[in-house]
């Protein structure tokens, strides 16, 4: 009997079936060199050689060459290995992990050149799970191929297996920015915020409070969505009697969630706008805060920003008041406080890290887990995060010789 016809009745393959078989293989040897289907390669190599009665030669026969890998190849990979490195060096280098819904990469990209301003003493990690990459004039924009702090994974928030390629586990903060609405009705609104109620409601069952959530919403009654358990509500005693006369909005800023920090929606900015008429000039007040002017460079700079720190062990017991004044009469670095943050855990509300309370009476004892916003310069929040008083700054990165 013919060989071939014999090991080809034997695999079960008629002519046509091998015909096929081989077209398998003739595309898998025009696969790049190194890759998984590298062993499947040889082996139908192999088979098929087999198949024809060929020779020891056409066995051994190397494959063809690897084809030139692209620069968005190489970009993949590099970002692969960012993300994995970012992830194993979290319990000494908190990250934050943004969560990109819409794929257009407006509030991403604000998020990420904000945090890489030139006055800020480090700069945090960035991971963001975006279901597609953004465009090269974006790349260029977020410097991307430079900047080895900030990374992409691509994949979908909504399921599980993404979010833990993206360090959902290892994480400090969870940060989801809202959709932009611009100016689409209340429904559509009401439909934008269901994708982040849903990822929200999945990442409080899977951190369980461990991990800082802070998520936008479109409106603020979607919160209403969020159980309430989990809000802390049904924990505390709620005075029904005290809620009469207050719209839904008030009663809505009165959630552990949003006095915590967890939840913002854009609505509180229109109350700022209403306050305008009494007092002018607010905006540009809190817009000077929250998103500072870059000075060229920090030498002989001047402009104020708030920043978030913690106690200094010979403050922990004083009153608010005392501290005030200490601050304020500093010789080297006199700056102004402006509130406390008064962190707390609770069984009853897991993950509300506690509110802001600005301006405190001065009699006010400071705990060890108060956080304090203090308003200075850039050369004092650079002071700050060398004798490690920053929450999420790695100690230990900032070079003093240039502000003398």
């Given at each position: 009997?013919?060989?071939?016809?014999?090991?080809?009745?034997?695999?079960?393959?008629?002519?046509?079936?091998?015909?096929?078989?081989?077209?398998?293989?003739?595309?898998?040897?025009?696969?790049?060199?190194?890759?998984?289907?590298?062993?499947?390669?040889?082996?139908?190599?192999?088979?098929?050689?087999?198949?024809?009665?060929?020779?020891?030669?056409?066995?051994?026969?190397?494959?063809?060459?690897?084809?030139?890998?692209?620069?968005?190849?190489?970009?993949?990979?590099?970002?692969?290995?960012?993300?994995?490195?970012?992830?194993?060096?979290?319990?000494?280098?908190?990250?934050?992990?943004?969560?990109?819904?819409?794929?257009?990469?407006?509030?991403?990209?604000?998020?990420?050149?904000?945090?890489?301003?030139?006055?800020?003493?480090?700069?945090?990690?960035?991971?963001?799970?975006?279901?597609?990459?953004?465009?090269?004039?974006?790349?260029?924009?977020?410097?991307?191929?430079?900047?080895?702090?900030?990374t992409l994974v691509w994949g979908?928030?909504?399921?599980?297996?993404?979010?833990?390629?993206?360090?959902?586990?290892?994480?400090?903060?969870?940060?989801?920015?809202?959709?932009?609405?611009?100016?689409?009705?209340?429904?559509?609104?009401?439909?934008?915020?269901?994708?982040?109620?849903?990822?929200?409601?999945?990442?409080?069952?899977?951190?369980?409070?461990?991990?800082?959530?802070?998520?936008?919403?479109?409106?603020?009654?979607?919160?209403?969505?969020?159980?309430?358990?989990?809000?802390?509500?049904?924990?505390?005693?709620?005075?029904?009697?005290?809620?009469?006369?207050?719209?839904?909005?008030?009663?809505?800023?009165?959630?552990?969630?949003?006095?915590?920090?967890?939840?913002?929606?854009?609505?509180?900015?229109?109350?700022?706008?209403?306050?305008?008429?009494?007092?002018?000039?607010?905006?540009?007040?809190?817009?000077?805060?929250?998103?500072?002017?870059?000075?060229?460079?920090?030498?002989?700079?001047?402009?104020?920003?708030?920043?978030?720190?913690?106690?200094?062990?010979?403050?922990?017991?004083?009153?608010?008041?005392?501290?005030?004044?200490?601050?304020?009469?500093?010789?080297?670095?006199?700056?102004?406080?402006?509130?406390?943050?008064?962190?707390?855990?609770?069984?009853?509300?897991?993950?509300?890290?506690?509110?802001?309370?600005?301006?405190?009476?001065?009699?006010?004892?400071?705990?060890?887990?108060?956080?304090?916003?203090?308003?200075?310069?850039?050369?004092?929040?650079?002071?700050?995060?060398?004798?490690?008083?920053?929450?999420?700054?790695?100690?230990?990165?900032?070079?003093?010789m240039s502000f003398r």
């Open positions: 009997a013919n060989v071939t016809s014999a090991k080809h009745a034997s695999w079960g393959l008629g002519p046509k079936s091998t015909k096929q078989f081989e077209e398998i293989v003739a595309s898998l040897d025009r696969q790049p060199a190194g890759t998984a289907t590298s062993e499947l390669q040889r082996n139908a190599r192999f088979s098929t050689a087999l198949g024809r009665g060929a020779s020891a030669d056409v066995l051994l026969a190397p494959p063809l060459p690897a084809a030139a890998e692209t620069a968005e190849d190489t970009l993949e990979r590099e970002l692969e290995d960012r993300t994995a490195s970012i992830r194993r060096r979290a319990p000494t280098a908190p990250f934050v992990l943004v969560l990109e819904f819409s794929g257009y990469w407006d509030n991403v990209v604000s998020f990420i050149l904000l945090s890489r301003r030139k006055y800020l003493p480090f700069q945090v990690p960035i991971v963001v799970l975006c279901p597609a990459p953004p465009t090269s004039e974006l790349e260029a924009e977020l410097d991307l191929r430079k900047d080895i702090g900030l979908s928030p909504h399921i599980v297996r993404d979010l833990q390629r993206a360090g959902v586990n290892e994480c400090s903060i969870v940060v989801g920015l809202g959709q932009s609405i611009g100016h689409a009705s209340g429904e559509m609104a009401a439909m934008l915020d269901s994708d982040v109620v849903m990822i929200y409601r999945m990442l409080e069952r899977m951190h369980k409070g461990r991990t800082n959530m802070i998520f936008e919403f479109n409106r603020t009654d979607s919160m209403w969505l969020l159980p309430i358990d989990q809000a802390g509500l049904n924990a505390v005693e709620h005075d029904t009697e005290q809620d009469e006369g207050r719209t839904m909005l008030e009663i809505a800023y009165l959630d552990p969630r949003f006095a915590s920090g967890r939840v913002f929606a854009p609505q509180a900015l229109g109350s700022l706008l209403a306050h305008c008429y009494h007092t002018p000039g607010i905006v540009e007040v809190i817009q000077c805060l929250v998103t500072p002017e870059e000075p060229e460079g920090l030498r002989g700079v001047a402009t104020n920003m708030p920043w978030q720190l913690r106690l200094r062990a010979e403050h922990i017991g004083m009153s608010y008041g005392d501290v005030l004044i200490a601050f304020i009469q500093d010789p080297m670095h006199p700056v102004l406080p402006i509130g406390i943050y008064r962190c707390f855990e609770s069984k009853a509300v897991p993950g509300n890290r506690g509110y802001v309370w600005t301006n405190p009476p001065k009699d006010t004892i400071l705990l060890e887990t108060d956080l304090l916003y203090i308003l200075g310069d850039a050369s004092f929040g650079q002071l700050a995060h060398t004798a490690d008083l920053m929450p999420m700054g790695p100690p230990g990165l900032t070079n003093l």
